[in-house]
């Protein structure tokens, strides 16, 4: 499944990430080298739960603490 990201206050760009079903948001962060400390998901606008799994389509990851 493919997951378009957006990451917001953050020095990385978005970009496309695809993952297999069942892969959870915390995995996805995972894979970006994201520490979920410092981040909200949200998927159409609405927060989702790290251990949720995630869904194909527009993702937003928000940058909400300092990471230096």
Same mark, same amino acid.
């Given at each position: 499944?493919?997951?378009?990201?957006?990451?917001?206050?953050?020095?990385?760009?978005?970009?496309?990430?695809?993952?297999?079903?069942?892969?959870?948001?915390?995995?996805?962060?995972?894979?970006? *080298?994201?520490?979920?400390?410092?981040?909200?998901?949200?998927?159409?606008?609405?927060?989702?739960?790290?251990?949720?799994?995630?869904?194909?389509? *527009?993702?937003?990851?928000?940058?909400?603490?300092?990471?230096?």
């Amino acid at each position: 499944m493919k997951l378009n990201i957006e990451l917001l206050n953050s020095d990385m760009p978005g970009r496309e990430l695809e993952v297999s079903e069942g892969t959870t948001y915390e995995k996805v962060l995972e894979i970006l *080298d994201i520490n979920q400390e410092t981040v909200l998901i949200l998927k159409e606008g609405h927060a989702v739960p790290f251990d949720g799994m995630a869904v194909s389509g *527009d993702l937003t990851i928000i940058c909400v603490a300092s990471q230096g």
